[in-house]
């Protein structure tokens, strides 16, 4: 679980790397279900696709990525996008490709990119880069020839295969080419507060992921509305503040 030096981290800077996701044979079995999706599943590999693999269900409910998410939404939460991505080996392309998910920034994030890493994610594989800090103002990124080149301050995710980075949708950020000889693996999951749209709203929800659903399951898959939607105090964000206000003392 994150802990309070985690979070402060994330309140800052707007992103945060969690050692250790997934481990065992439980990365394994992730790996292995990543492979067979992409065999057996036509592009787009999203939502209602990886829905129909038990994997999958498990992963977006996995207690190490959800309950971070609960910390910063509390109960009001909800599965927006999830989709896996795969780089071939050598592949050509702009350095850098800057942009916001959102461009609401602010303290509190309206949505959260967790990237699970399924590869060693190195300088050459590629990795997500962040622009620390810019989740806060109403600046946007850089667009047409300084949106593809390298920015002063970025940094560079780097990851084991089982670690997640916990991303804030409104932080610059830019994805990376695989220049290496390995395949670059990851699982991307959004959640966010329970009255966004999901992505593939006009997708229904494959049957394999209600079969067995209790009301958590249904709510983080848009089916049902929190029980307490008047409240909003999750502790994560409480104890941001109480950070903040340390630290200015």
Do not use: C
């Amino acid at each position: 679980m994150i802990d309070d030096k985690d979070w402060s981290h994330f309140d800052e800077h707007g992103y945060v790397l969690v050692k250790g996701v997934l481990q065992g044979e439980h990365l394994q079995r992730i790996q292995d279900s990543f492979e067979h999706v992409w065999e057996t599943e036509a592009a787009p590999r999203n939502q209602h696709k990886l829905l129909k693999h038990q994997a999958f269900i498990e992963l977006f409910e996995h207690p190490p990525i959800l309950e971070n998410h609960r910390a910063i939404f509390g109960s009001q939460i909800q599965l927006l996008q999830y989709d896996l991505l795969r780089q071939e080996p050598h592949q050509e392309g702009p350095p850098r490709s800057w942009h916001r998910d959102f461009s609401f920034p602010g303290d509190y994030p309206l949505s959260i990119n967790t990237i699970v890493y399924l590869d060693q994610m190195s300088h050459e594989k590629g990795p997500t880069h962040v622009l620390p800090g810019s989740h806060r103002g109403w600046q946007q990124p850089p667009t047409e020839d300084e949106r593809n080149q390298p920015l002063a301050g970025e940094v560079a995710i780097l990851a084991e295969p089982g670690d997640a980075a916990f991303i804030n949708s409104a932080i610059w950020h830019s994805g990376g080419i695989n220049h290496s000889a390995g395949l670059r693996r990851g699982i991307y999951l959004y959640y966010g507060h329970w009255w966004l749209k999901r992505y593939e709203w006009q997708q229904a929800i494959p049957w394999q992921a209600l079969v067995t659903a209790d009301e958590q399951r249904l709510q983080l898959l848009g089916m049902r509305q929190p029980g307490d939607l008047h409240i909003y105090a999750p502790d994560a964000l409480r104890n941001a503040d109480a950070l903040r206000n340390r630290d200015h003392t």
